[in-house]
C-alpha cells in the first residue's frame, strides 16, 4: 500500500485537500490509503468539511483517522461538558461556527437576544424566552450556557453520525514496519498497545499519551522495532526544545529521529500540511 500520512489539520480544509493532492494521493486509487494523525478541529474555519470529507474516506475504507487530542474537545462538549476554556483559548469557537454554518456564532446569539426578541426565539427555540425578557440584565455566563444549549442540540440534529464516529477513532494504526498515533507511544512498559503511563483524574493513558509536550524525541522506545510516526507537537518546536539544527529559520518540515517521525507542520501558522509518504504492508 501507498501511504499518505498527515496531521493537525486544525479545520484547514482547503490547505489540507491541496496537500494531499499535490503529494498524489487519490481517492479512487485501491492501493492509496490516507492515514490522519488526529487533531482534525479548532483554530480554523473548515471544520465541517473536514468531518465530511473523512467520515465519507473512512466508511470507504480508503482512510484511517485517529484521535487526538483535540478530538476530546468536541468529543467532552458534545456529551455535555462546559466548553469555556476551550472555546476562548484552543480555537473550539471556530469548530462551533463551522459546524452551525455562522461567523462569529455566540456573538450572534447575544445580539439576536439583546436586540431581536422574536427573531431570537424562532432561531434557537423556546428556552431563550428566559433571556430575551431583559438580556441586558443578564450575566455573559449565562448567556454562554444557553448558547451552548444551543449549538449542542444543533449540532447532534444535524450530523447524527458524528459523536459516534468520533468516539470510534483508534489511537494508534500499526502497519508491517511503522506505527502511526497523535503525539507519542509509552515505549517502556512490557507492550506498547497498552500503555502504563497516566496523568489528570479520568484520562486513559492513551489520551495522556495524546498530550506529549515535545519530547517523545528523545525518550527511549524499548518494547518495538518498528518507526513510530506522530504529529501533535509542530516540528520547529521539537528543534527547538531538543537543541537540534534548524535548517531554515522557522522550520515545520518532517523531522527524522531514531526510529521516530514527526510530521506537524503547525498548519493555523504555515497554512500547509505536511505529508509523508510511505509504502509498507498492512497487518
Known amino acids: 500500500m501507498k501511504l499518505f500520512v498527515v496531521s493537525d489539520i486544525h479545520g484547514f480544509y482547503s490547505e489540507f485537500i491541496r496537500d494531499i493532492h499535490n503529494a498524489g494521493f487519490n481517492e479512487e486509487d485501491d492501493n492509496h490509503l490516507l492515514i490522519v494523525l488526529g487533531d482534525l478541529f479548532d483554530r480554523g474555519e473548515e471544520s465541517k468539511s473536514i468531518y465530511t470529507y473523512l467520515k465519507d474516506l473512512t466508511d470507504k475504507k480508503r482512510a484511517v483517522v485517529l484521535h487526538g487530542n483535540h478530538e476530546d474537545f468536541l468529543i467532552d462538549f458534545l456529551e455535555g461538558k462546559d466548553c469555556f476554556f476551550n472555546y476562548n483559548y484552543n480555537g473550539f469557537n471556530s469548530t462551533l461556527d463551522s459546524f452551525l454554518l455562522q461567523t462569529r456564532s455566540f456573538e450572534m446569539f447575544c445580539f439576536y437576544c439583546s436586540s431581536e426578541p422574536d427573531m431570537a426565539e424562532e432561531m434557537y427555540g423556546d428556552d431563550i424566552k428566559t433571556i430575551t425578557l431583559d438580556s441586558s440584565a443578564v450575566p455573559t455566563e449565562i448567556k454562554f450556557e444557553l448558547f451552548q444549549e444551543y449549538a449542542r442540540r444543533t449540532i447532534l440534529k444535524r450530523n447524527k453520525d458524528l459523536l459516534g464516529w468520533l468516539k470510534s477513532l483508534p489511537f494508534y494504526f500499526e502497519t508491517k514496519n511503522y506505527i502511526f498515533t497523535h503525539a507519542s507511544i509509552d515505549g517502556t512498559c512490557e507492550d506498547w498497545h497498552n500503555p502504563i503511563k497516566s496523568g489528570y483524574a479520568g484520562q486513559t493513558p492513551w489520551q495522556y499519551l495524546t498530550w506529549d509536550d515535545g519530547y ?57 500540511v505536511n505529508v509523508l509518504v510511505l509504502e509498507d504492508e498492512l497487518i
Do not use: M, W
Request: charged content about 25%.
Open 216 to 272: 517523545f524525541y528523545r525518550q527511549p522506545v524499548t518494547n518495538t522495532d518498528k518507526t513510530v510516526v506522530v504529529g501533535h507537537f509542530h516540528t520547529d518546536a521539537i528543534r527547538s526544545k531538543n537543541g537540534l539544527p534548524f535548517p531554515d529559520e522557522e522550520d515545520n518540515t518532517i523531522l527524522y529521529g531514531d526510529k521516530k517521525i514527526f510530521i506537524d507542520t503547525c498548519t493555523v501558522l504555515t497554512h500547509r
